[in-house]
């Protein structure tokens, strides 16, 4: 049962159930270990449900989600506590208006890849056919920018960098150095799709770039 379903209506339940589909399937994976990564979805305007701090995603069920405010506060102050993460998927909900889903994960490849580039601020994707599974883009010739930021404890400070990296033009995701993804969706299946599509990307760049450099 959901903990706090006096704030969800009911016909909300299937998408917060394919929420926790993502979330299983991220740490089916191994880009959600040891009960890193959080998965949200906006439930209104002024609210959305999270994964709840210290869950293990591979086993987390929607009675594991937390209802907060589009501050980050939980609705409900002395239940189940939010991921402590909450404050980065609140602002980018607050940014980004039309976004229903927003999920964060923790991969070795994306973690090994977000040092071995951060000093270039970016990672360039181009030429691969998978581009075409992120929104708007219709051609493997599409230039797709991965910004990467600097790893802190200080949400505000990595949805100041969102929102300075999006003046150069709309992302899909972005990456935290030696940390994970964030991507998000308009829909929990659009936001499940960048997940994928993002990972696989991220993890090819990585392979080639171990086999054409030796990492160097
Ligand atoms: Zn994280």
Redesign the pocket.
């Known amino acids: 049962m959901f903990e706090q379903e006096v704030f969800v209506p009911q016909e909300q339940t299937p998408q917060l159930e394919a929420l926790v589909a993502v979330a299983c399937m991220a740490a089916e994976r191994g880009w959600a270990t040891a009960t890193?990564?959080?998965f949200s979805c906006r439930l209104s305007h002024d609210q959305f449900a999270i994964t709840a701090s210290g869950r293990d995603k591979g086993a987390v069920t929607v009675a594991d989600l937390v209802v907060v405010a589009l501050d980050g506060t939980p609705l409900v102050p002395d239940g189940p506590q939010p991921s402590a993460?909450t404050a980065v998927h609140a602002g980018i909900y607050r940014l980004l208006p039309e976004i229903g889903t927003i999920v964060?994960t923790?991969s070795v490849p994306v973690t090994v890849l977000s040092q071995l580039r951060a000093s270039q601020g970016a990672i360039e994707l181009s030429g691969y056919e998978m581009l075409k599974a992120l929104a708007g883009v219709g051609t493997h010739e599409h230039q797709e920018r991965v910004p990467i930021f600097a790893n802190t404890q200080e949400p505000a400070t990595l949805v100041g960098e969102l929102i300075r990296a999006r003046e150069a033009g709309p992302l899909h995701g972005f990456l935290?150095e030696r940390?994970?993804l964030y991507t998000w969706g308009r829909t929990t299946d659009e936001a499940r799709r960048h997940l994928e599509a993002l990972e696989f990307l991220l993890d090819c760049e990585l392979r080639l770039l171990l086999a054409t450099k030796g990492g160097a």
């Open positions: 890193s990564g959080n993460e964060h923790h935290v940390h994970g």
